[in-house]
Structures are given as structure tokens and as C-alpha cells.
């Protein structure tokens, strides 16, 4: 009986060191594809910026008028789609507007 318990450990052992072997290449693998495609989402991410510049929710900062957003997001109906805005001229640091690049305009 001693016999059988000792081969059986002796698989069960060689057993659980192959499996610990796959679970760390697997864990390497893993690893390395993450980082590729982190740095994929980083690259797309820096490319969506650059397409977009502005946020569809924009806060307006110190130095802006409505012409310097418009411009500068591509949306030249900020008034018609901001209803809270009453005068376009009265324009201050904070004010949250929502932006709606003529690009997105034309593709809905």
C-alpha cells in the first residue's frame, strides 16, 4: 500500500509542477499582450484627441468668447444649443456649455 501512495504522490507532485510551469508562462504571455494593447488604446486615444479637441461638455475658460470656442471646437451653433446662454457676449470662466463639432453634425 505504501507503494501505491508513494507514486501517487510522486505524480500528484509532477503533476502540480507542470501545471505551476503553464500557469507562470501563461501569466508571462499575458503580460506581454497587455502591454501591447495598452499601448494600442494609448495611440488611439492620443489620435482621438487630436481629431477632437474639444469635449462634448466644455467649460469655458478665462480669455474665451464664444467665437475663440466655436473656432477652436468646429461647432458654430453654440447659442442655438445652450438655451441658458441668454446673451452670447456675457461669456465667463466656468460657464459649462455643450459642444457639438459640425463633423458629428453631419454624420446623424
Do not use: W
Not at 502540480?16 to 506581454?32: D, E, I, R, T, W
Amino acid at each position: 500500500m505504501s507503494r501505491i501512495n508513494s507514486s501517487s504522490i510522486a505524480l500528484a507532485e509532477a503533476i502540480s509542477g507542470y501545471c505551476a510551469l503553464f500557469l507562470a508562462l501563461m501569466l508571462v504571455l499575458s503580460c506581454c499582450e497587455s502591454s501591447d494593447g495598452e499601448y494600442y488604446t494609448v495611440q488611439q486615444m492620443q489620435k482621438d484627441h487630436v481629431e477632437r479637441p474639444c469635449d462634448e461638455i466644455y467649460v469655458v475658460r478665462e480669455g474665451e468668447t464664444l467665437n475663440t470656442i466655436s473656432e477652436k471646437c468646429g461647432d458654430p451653433y453654440i447659442v442655438e444649443e445652450n438655451p441658458h446662454i441668454q446673451d452670447p457676449d456675457d461669456v465667463f470662466p466656468g460657464l459649462v456649455i455643450k459642444i457639438t463639432p459640425f463633423k458629428d453634425r453631419q454624420r446623424s
